[in-house]
């Protein structure tokens, strides 16, 4: 049993930035644990070929660990693990970190005011305060497609990609087409024999204007920190003035749609083709696809985009609504991940013995997207509403970690036992956002990971970054309950 003031459960960015920001306000009593054998989270997972960030690297990254040597706007994910492990090794933090301690449950107890994490071998660790940084994004979804079991090809999922596959000269089908998906298709019909593409739902497709930093570029941000800073603030800005188009409906929704339809129209030659890849939903109802290689992938010879739906996966493929069975020697799953089945990632019991999936079952509130009623000194990073969809994830992430070192300072140097958000301000502050959220782009009626089945969005924040950033900027202590 380790006892301290803070546990961390995950060694991705949001763990590894609580860490370097709580170390940073004097607080060094604190242990990371990360079920891996190694640190960064989903760029340590998602090891498909095409793997890369579509957001510019300046700004998806630290904004006080700049990396000057980002080699290209859009960096790909071997490059981005390489900085967060550049990053672990400058705050020194792996001291800190327990590798292969996968959590499989939490529970707050009342007399000491602490929490115990139990681990998947046996191990309790013990702290005053804990922080979630799983992640949303952790665990691989298989589709309920009927007759899966019955496939005896060989499956990948992109978030776990078998690198041990030799894709050369395959018959590849590829379900999804998504985030993932639009990245990994380029690369496999570089390789495979044919890639087929099973499609649900087109996305809308922006394209990626990525290129190399030249030398002098690289240089300048290594002598001039404050023009990487500038640089870093213009990406920023830019990606606001997107949400005016992205989460609201306006007429640069319609502008950024017609930007889209024109990328299609220039790169789609065939018209039948053009069709299928046409969304029927508003732009921005789920994430757009920021890519210039997935259209020009599709019309390769080898490759295909089915559209009719998939009834049944059999022994040597998948057989399509259309009665055809499309024969193939693995199968990509790039459907994306549980984000609602389990709205925990493990059991976290609170004060009381209540359990949090339970209370989350009808959909998952917090306040602010950090703290849960009934539940002290628990802080979530990625909470519930705590998504753009419009700007850097990270920058998001900043705002979570610095609220919560506020909030952990105040616990340790007012001695308190128990931090504890009020019942009644988190239902305002809910009731509120979910307000904000009823004029959104993403209640616009398509269907995407942001929204529970029932259609209950505890994904996203209605509104800007800097409104997000403003409104975790103030801690105050009056909306908790605290006891000494
Ligand atoms: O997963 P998704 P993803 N039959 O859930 C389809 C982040 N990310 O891994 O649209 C047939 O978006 C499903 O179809 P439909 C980012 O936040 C970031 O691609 O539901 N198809 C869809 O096409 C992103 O949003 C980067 O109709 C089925 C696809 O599978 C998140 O990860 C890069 C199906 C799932 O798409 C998830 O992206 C990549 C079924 N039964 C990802 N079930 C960056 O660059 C599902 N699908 C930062």
């Known amino acids: 049993m380790t ?232 990406l920023f800005w830019a990606h606001e003035v997107m949400a005016l188009g992205l989460v609201w409906n306006s007429p640069f929704t319609t502008a950024l749609q017609a930007v889209a339809r024109a990328h299609l129209r220039l790169t789609v030659r065939d018209s039948w083709l053009r069709r299928q890849l046409t969304p029927d939903f508003r732009i921005g109802c789920k994430r757009v696809l920021m890519t210039s290689d997935y259209y020009p992938a599709l019309q390769r010879e080898n490759c295909k985009l089915i559209t009719w739906p998939i009834a049944t996966l059999a022994p040597n493929g998948i057989r399509t609504a259309d009665g055809i069975e499309h024969e193939v020697d693995c199968i990509v799953f790039a459907t994306g991940f549980e984000v609602h089945k389990t709205s925990t990632p493990y059991p976290i019991t609170g004060r009381g013995g209540r359990v949090l999936a339970e209370e989350w079952s009808t959909g998952a509130r917090a306040y602010k997207s950090v703290s849960v009623a009934g539940y002290p000194n628990l802080f979530l990073t990625f909470g519930p509403n705590s998504g753009p969809g419009h700007n850097s994830v990270l920058v998001y992430n900043e705002s979570q970690v610095d609220y919560i070192v506020r909030a952990i300072t105040l616990l340790r140097d007012r001695n308190l036992r128990t931090m504890d958000v009020r019942a009644d ?26 929204l529970t089945e029932e259609g209950f969005n505890a994904a996203m924040y209605p509104g800007f970054a800097v409104q997000y950033a403003r409104e975790l900027a103030a801690f105050d202590a009056d909306d908790y309950h605290l006891s000494g």
């Open 425 to 450: 301000i988190q239902d305002a502050f809910n009731a509120e956002l979910h307000r904000k959220l009823a004029r959104t782009t993403w209640n616009s009626g398509c269907r995407s990971w942001y």
């Open 3 to 234: 006892t301290g003031t803070v546990l961390i459960i995950g060694a991705g960015f949001a763990g590894l930035g609580t860490a370097i920001r709580l170390r940073q306000a004097g607080i060094d009593d604190f242990v990371v644990l990360e079920r891996a054998s190694d640190v960064g989270g989903t760029w340590r997972d998602n090891t498909y070929p095409g793997a890369a960030c579509d957001v510019p690297s300046p700004l998806y990254s630290l904004s006080y660990a700049p990396n000057p040597g980002w080699s290209r706007a859009y960096s790909g994910g071997a490059e981005i693990l390489d900085y967060i492990r550049s990053v672990v090794a400058e705050f020194d933090l792996r001291p800190h970190i327990r590798f292969g301690a996968n959590v499989t449950g939490l529970s707050f107890e009342e007399g000491s005011g602490t929490w115990t994490a139990r681990t998947e071998d046996g191990r309790r660790f013990t702290a005053r305060a804990v922080v979630l940084a799983s992640g949303p994004l952790a665990n691989a979804s298989l589709p309920d497609i009927p007759g899966i079991e019955s496939y005896t090809g060989h499956k990948i999922h992109s978030a776990r990609w078998d690198h041990d596959y030799d894709m050369t000269g395959k018959r590849i089908a590829v379900i999804g087409t998504g985030a993932s998906a639009v990245q990994i298709i380029p690369r496999l019909v570089e390789q495979a024999r044919t890639v087929r593409v099973f499609q649900r739902t087109p996305g809308w497709v922006m394209p990626r204007l990525d290129h190399g930093y030249p030398g002098w570029l690289t240089k300048l941000f290594r002598r001039r920190p404050a023009v990487q800073h500038a640089y870093r603030a213009a």
